[in-house]
């Protein structure tokens, strides 16, 4: 349809809004659904559609995956006489994308609370994986409507009707009911779109009351400050208006109210049930924060949507600069990063082996990659990250509580109770692997909560787990030990007790702050074997020997040494070329200046790099 007389924004009735997301695992086709929506309903032409328009960051359209949530409004008209029953007429269709990685699980919280229904996306060759339920899961927690689809039916590797039964089984409706598409040839999607309009009810609430509006995502744009976006739920929202950041009552002028479509249109107001965007002025995205309502000035409303919640780093790591001299561009880098991302925390830290860095807080192992690679992409640094840790609570003998986030801050002694962060995880899997799965979770310290089939060969396991073992090599193993059939999804769910202890490691008897790990008592010995093992492959031979010791506390639990080696580099140029002499000699100088000094061992900075490595690719960088 013509996008002249579409509804115009700010005036549209909601009861011809439809405001919906869609939801699915990594790569079961999300994005290209999404893109074909868009040529379908007539926002993006083909020709000047480019692949996967709403994944704008180039490291998203590199690796494949989406990271902030935008949202579009696409115009609909359901034809008289449709197949599906929906009722003819022009309707406004809001698609509000998620991100679709468990770092993100607030803000994927977030965008579902905008919308009234939910494409669930389930990839027709591979089934049901655990972010497929975990956004379920979600989405049923927010009482949306769910949309089943099966996508990729074109594939020749498709069972429909096998992944049919199993998706009707899992949200409960005949599997005829559920929707066949490919995002890819367009097949289904005409038909989607028209049972969109027909199954989401349309959203409601009260024009007439003060502004509110939930905020579900909130991005930096280096030319026009934040932009926020936004699903109003009462009242409507003018460029006229000043308006309030209920969380913390701050005001701010409005610049521009819009809607995506999917360049930013302006308009004058947004109404009820309408998604937009506001720009504000405001130049760092803490100052308007996903799940904060906004309202007006002037008779706005007191109280807030609700939902609200501070986003809190779960996992932490030291970022250090390989050169010293780019401290102040980290700084800068972490600074200008931070403009886009709430959640991103970081404080200057020094380490006696890496010198200068930060100490980063992540929302994720996902949050913390991304964060690592953008620094090290668009700003041109070459970082060392230490191994990423979990917070613990430690309660000292005295009765105070610190909180470590650091594991070389560790207290020594002294300590009655060390507490872990635990987490509740799903992990599918073909019902061959049960066994290995299982071993692996003791190994890690997991307990069995419960075991479904979700078909005869795919099997549902829950488990909690310390979310420690989880940062350290959790998700490689299982997907070695599982042929990378296997998917894991998990959440927070509290603390516990557990007997933890530090380990150090000594070069020449100093210990290397950056190597120093919290694990469980039982892992001790093995990580202490592990580290040396690794330094003693990584570290050059020096003109002495150097010993290479794990211990806790002052107990020395594993050692390598190092042999002793003289490196003459003229050994080789007999005789009179003395430029030669000095080029070599003038190498060897440049080379010692990169060196990290551990006392007197000289540690090249990729010895660091390649011994701070997790193996520990998450599920998205795995596949590179
Ligand atoms: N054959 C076939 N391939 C498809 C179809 N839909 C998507 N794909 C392909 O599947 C891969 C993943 O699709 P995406 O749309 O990027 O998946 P996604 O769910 O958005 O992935 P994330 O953004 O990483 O969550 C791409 O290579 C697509 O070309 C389909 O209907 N048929």
Redesign the pocket.
């Known amino acids: 349809m013509s996008l002249t007389n579409a509804p115009k924004p700010g005036s549209t009735d909601p009861s011809i809004i439809r405001n919906f997301c869609i939801i ?1 695992h ?8 999404a893109d074909r929506m868009l040529q379908l309903t007539g926002v993006v032409d083909e020709r000047a559609s480019r692949a ?1 328009y709403l ?1 704008r960051m180039d490291i998203e359209r590199e690796r ?3 990271i902030k949530s935008q949202a579009v409004r696409m115009p609909w008209t359901v034809p008289v006489g449709n197949a599906e029953d929906a009722e003819p007429g022009t309707y406004v269709l809001n698609m509000i994308d998620t991100p ?1 990685h468990v770092d993100f699980t607030y803000e994927v919280s977030r965008s579902l609370e905008a919308c009234e229904a939910a494409v669930l ?1 389930v990839d027709a060759a591979q089934g049901i994986e655990a972010q497929t339920l975990a956004n379920l899961y979600l989405a049923m927690g927010a009482d949306l409507h769910i949309i089943p689809v099966l ?5 020749p590797s498709a069972n429909v009707e096998k992944y049919a039964a199993e998706l009707a089984g899992l949200v409960g409706c005949e599997p005829e009911e559920v929707l066949l ?5 367009g097949v289904g999607v005409e038909a989607l779109l028209n049972e969109i309009v027909k199954q989401t009810p349309a959203p409601v609430g009260d024009a007439d009351a003060p502004a509110r509006a939930l905020i579900f995502d909130s991005v930096y744009d280096t030319y026009r400050g934040v932009v926020t976006y936004v699903r109003v739920v009462d009242g409507k929202l003018s460029h006229r208006d000043r308006i309030k950041m209920m969380s913390t009552n701050a005001v701010h002028e409005m610049l521009e109210v819009g809607v995506i479509s999917p360049e930013p249109v302006k308009a004058g107001e947004i109404g009820v049930g309408e998604v937009g965007y506001l720009i504000t002025g405001v130049k760092d995205v803490r100052q308007s924060r996903v799940g904060d309502t906004v309202t007006s000035q002037h008779h706005g409303a007191t109280e807030s949507l609700g939902g609200y919640k501070h986003p809190n780093p779960m996992v932490y790591a030291g970022l250090y600069p390989i050169d010293g001299d780019d401290y102040p561009s980290l700084r800068d880098a972490l600074e200008k990063l931070q403009l886009n991302d709430a959640a991103l925390t970081y404080e200057p830290e020094t380490s006696g082996a890496l010198g200068f860095g930060f100490r980063c807080g992540f929302l994720g192992l996902l949050h913390m990659e991304i964060t690592r690679d953008r620094l090290e992409r668009e700003f041109n640094l070459d970082l060392i990250s230490t191994a990423p840790n979990v917070v613990y609570e430690v309660l000292l003998d005295d009765g105070t509580e610190v909180e470590v986030t650091n594991p070389s801050e560790y207290p020594d002694g002294k300590v009655a109770e060390v507490r872990e962060p635990v987490v509740k995880a799903t992990i599918l899997a073909p019902s061959d692997y049960i066994g290995t799965i299982m071993e692996l979770c003791q190994l890690k310290r997991g307990n069995l909560q419960g075991m479904d089939y979700l078909s005869e060969d795919r099997v549902e396991m829950r488990y909690t787990l310390p979310m420690g073992e989880i940062v350290f090599d959790f998700f490689d193993q299982l997907k070695s030990r599982t042929k990378g059939y296997a998917s894991l999804d998990y959440e927070r769910s509290g603390e516990q007790a557990a007997d933890l202890v530090k380990v150090d490691i000594l070069l020449q008897g100093e210990p290397v702050d950056a190597f120093s790990a919290i694990v469980h008592r039982d892992a001790a010995y093995s990580y202490g074997v592990m580290m040396a093992g690794k330094l003693k492959d990584l570290i050059p031979r020096q003109q002495f020997e150097v010993p290479i010791q794990a211990a806790i506390g002052a107990r020395v639990i594993a050692r390598e040494t190092i042999r002793a080696i003289r490196k003459d580099v003229l050994a080789k140029c007999y005789g009179g070329d003395i430029s030669r002499k000095r080029k070599l000699l003038e190498k060897q100088k440049a080379g010692k200046k990169r060196m990290k000094n551990i006392g007197s061992v000289e540690v090249p900075p990729e010895a660091f790099v390649a011994a701070l490595a997790t193996t520990q690719p998450t599920e ?1 960088t795995g596949k590179k």
């Open positions: 699915a990594i790569d079961h086709g999300k994005s290209t659904l996967q994944d494949g995956i989406t679709g996306l996508n990729k039916i074109d594939l598409t490919s995002a890819k040839t998205k």
